[in-house]
């Protein structure tokens, strides 16, 4: 009973974050960073501001371009997790089923990146964050790692297997003081972004 009491404060932590991350995304997706900054108000200019802005042709393209980008994200992710299309593509293909499933999921976002004129993803980081890349391994390699060690037993093959991409992750993973540097300074612009007040807010 004192164990179960103990996890309704990591519960309600968890349900306050989950729910202020939605708050947020709310807040983000809104008109207010389209239209700049509206004034905060409850009365019929808030109502104006709307129909303004729903009016607008600048503004109304960019969100018709962001629709469809968003519909041909969620259609390709729908229509091929349909149990009709699995059974025809895993007839068809077999185990590169999913390999397919992937790969058309990264040419929906190539579209994204094309539409908006982004070109290669990684052209858009800078030198530095490339030479942190090159000497970083993905941290879904350490669920990869747990899964592969967490185990009740480990036969002979599990243990190989085990042995080897772990041998090959960690050779892999090899931060040096320049990259440690790149990494405090981003940690640092990122704090300060977040300390600045938002626009709109006083003091």
């Known amino acids: 009973m004192a ?4 996890l309704v404060p990591a519960a309600l932590a968890s349900f306050i974050l989950a729910f202020g991350t939605g708050v947020e995304f709310v ?4 008109l207010r960073p389209l239209l700049g900054g509206m004034p905060k108000s409850d009365g019929p200019d808030a109502h104006q501001g709307w ?5 607008d042709r600048s503004i109304l393209a960019p969100l018709a371009w962001d629709l469809g980008l968003l519909l041909l994200f969620v259609g390709q992710h729908s229509l091929m ?5 699995k059974a025809w593509m895993s007839r068809y293909f077999g185990v590169l089923q999913r390999s397919l499933y992937v790969a058309c999921t990264a040419l929906a976002l190539q579209v ?4 908006l004129g982004l070109g290669e993803p990684l052209a ?20 990869l790692l747990t899964v592969l060690w967490v185990v009740p037993t480990l036969g002979t093959d599990r243990l190989l297997l085990a042995l080897l991409l772990t041998l090959y992750l960690g050779l892999a993973h090899g931060l ?15 704090l300060h972004l ?9 003091k």
Do not use: N
């Not at 320049?178 to 990122?190: P, T």
């Open 3 to 6: 164990t179960a009491l103990l």
């Open 27 to 30: 807040r983000f997706t809104s």
């Open 51 to 55: 129909l303004a802005a729903l009016q």
């Open 81 to 85: 997790a349909t149990e009709t299309v």
């Open 112 to 115: 994204y990146y094309h539409v």
């Open 124 to 143: 858009l980081k800078s030198p530095r964050a490339l030479r942190l890349f090159s000497h970083l391994r993905h941290p879904v390699c350490v669920e």
């Open 176 to 190: 040096d003081q320049q990259d440690l540097r790149y990494l405090r300074a981003q940690l640092q612009r990122k």
């Open 194 to 202: 977040l300390s600045r007040p938002q626009e709109g807010e006083t």
